[in-house]
Each structure stands twice: as C-alpha cells, then as structure tokens.
C-alpha cells in the first residue's frame, strides 16, 4: 500500500514555476504546454489537475515533479519518490484517464506504482521515439494535400475513424455512437488543424495537429488509404503538414511514433526528422 501524502495539486501562485519548467522541454512537454497556455492552472479550464511533488508553491524552475491528470495522466518530470506521490493522488479516485502517455522513464515508473490496481493494461507500448524538426523538410511536399474545409466533415471522417481504430485499437464510435468523436475532429478541421489528399472525393492521406503550444506542434492521425500504401503519399504528405507548421505557424513539428513500426520510422526521417526522447504510452 503507498504511504504518502501524495501530490500537491497546483495553483495560480505556481504559474512561473510550470512555465520554467514547461520550457525546459518544449517538445515533450507540448501536449501540457498548450493547456497551460491556454487556460492557466484553473482545473475547471484546463480540463484537468496538475500536480506537483513540491509540498509547497516553489520559485520559477524549481518544481522537482510535474504531472497532468485528465483525459490522459501525462507524467512530464519526477524522481521515483515524486511518482509515487503522483500514483497516491490518482488512486484515491476512479480511473478516468484513457491512457498514461508521455517521456517513457516516467510513465513506465508511474505505471510500476499503479498497475497492482489499475492493471491490467490493454496494451503497453514501452519505445515510442519522439521526433521533431524546425526546418524545410528533406523531401518534396505533396501540393494536393490542403486543409480540410468544414463542409467535407462527412467525408474525412471515415478515414479518420479507419486510423484511429488502427492506432488505437478500439473503435472512437464506441460508447456514444461517435458524437464524441466526430464533434472533436469536427473541432480540428474547425481550427485548420486537419489535412488531407482527397481523390475523387475520398481521403487517400490525412494527418492532423493535435497539440500546439506556441512554440511546438504535434502532428498525429497520420493515415494512408490501404490501396495507396507504399507510394509515398504518406511521406510526402507528412512534409506538407511540417510545412503548415514551420513555415506557416512557426512552430517547431513533432511527432512520436511506435519503434516497431519501421516504415512509419523510415519516412519520418527522410522527412528530416531527429529523435529528440522517447515516449511510452499505457492504454486501457
């Protein structure tokens, strides 16, 4: 059974410390960073809590454990003590979270802490290099892939539902029928956050960004139609979202992507993507 406290859930007042530390690791932090940019540390507008190991506010950069703890937990930073704190906090609750995701040393700690009671997991995915580039991508851009316009919701989210249950491994229309779903990506394309190549009215490639501080973008959903793999619409089509991105948005684009998936690997970095840490992703 864990004994302690557990963590300090953060406020107002820690807003310098969890900027400095946010910044410290743009890339790997950019899923909590664009909460926080957004809507400052109030759980009610973050969707979500973030906790720190401190048992007290602290002065900018000094946060010794950072974790986030909404649709997703996304531990970001913490020693073995900070995670088991951090473990305490979320088993006094129900799980709600859809995952653990996040730099691979401390989502593997934290789920040594929690599995006893929240195992068994439905997959855990241990090496997920996470990858970034801030320049001109080393292969041509696909011209024919553009943002997606809200009239062609009905025909992106076919693909878009095909990828994720790739991904996933679960169907998003699961629960509620899809409205969950497709009010999201609808919130995407919404944004001008989603693209894709269509053909004769159908996607053939498509990729969104997700999360998106003001510094770094990550592009996720990336899918090509099962006829046209191998052709390399999918490299040439990621290179136009990294174009969106760095030219466009001057952002750095990141991704991370599963080890085992060498073509996926293969493109990325003829792309002209650098691994820059390592992801690992509990889902359940």
């Given amino acids: 059974m864990l004994r302690l406290a557990g963590a300090r859930l953060l406020d107002d007042r820690d807003y310098p410390a969890v900027r400095a530390a946010l910044a410290t690791d743009p890339v790997s932090s950019c899923m909590v960073s664009a909460r926080v940019e957004t809507a400052g540390l109030d759980p009610w ?162 990729a969104e960004i997700g999360a998106m501080s003001s510094t770094v973008g990550q592009i996720q959903g990336v899918w090509v139609h099962p006829e046209r793999r191998g052709g390399g619409l999918g490299t040439a089509g990621t290179a136009s979202v990294v174009n969106r991105l760095v030219r466009g948005m001057g952002r750095t684009a990141s991704l991370y992507v599963n080890a085992y998936n060498s073509p996926a690997l293969a493109a990325y970095r003829r792309i002209g993507f650098q691994q820059v840490g390592q992801y690992a992703t509990v889902l359940f």
């Fill in 45 to 206: 507008r973050l969707g979500g809590e973030l906790w720190a190991a401190d048992s007290r506010p602290v002065r900018a950069g000094r946060l010794q454990g950072l974790c986030f703890s909404g649709p997703n937990l996304i531990p970001l930073r913490g020693n073995a003590s900070a995670l088991r704190s951090f473990a305490d906090r979320a088993l006094r609750r129900q799980r709600s979270c859809s995952s653990l995701v996040g730099p691979a040393e401390q989502v593997l700690g934290l789920w040594d802490e929690l599995e006893s009671e929240w195992g068994p997991a439905r997959e855990v995915r241990h090496d997920q290099p996470l990858m970034a580039l801030d320049g001109v991508p080393s292969v041509a851009a696909d011209p024919a892939v553009r943002a997606v316009r809200p009239e062609e919701l009905d025909r992106y989210l076919p693909a878009a539902i095909a990828m994720f249950i790739e991904e996933v491994g679960v169907d998003p229309r699961n629960g509620d029928g899809g409205a969950g779903y497709r009010a999201r990506v609808a919130e995407l394309i919404a944004g001008g956050r989603a693209f894709a190549r269509f053909e004769d009215g159908e996607v053939v490639f498509k």
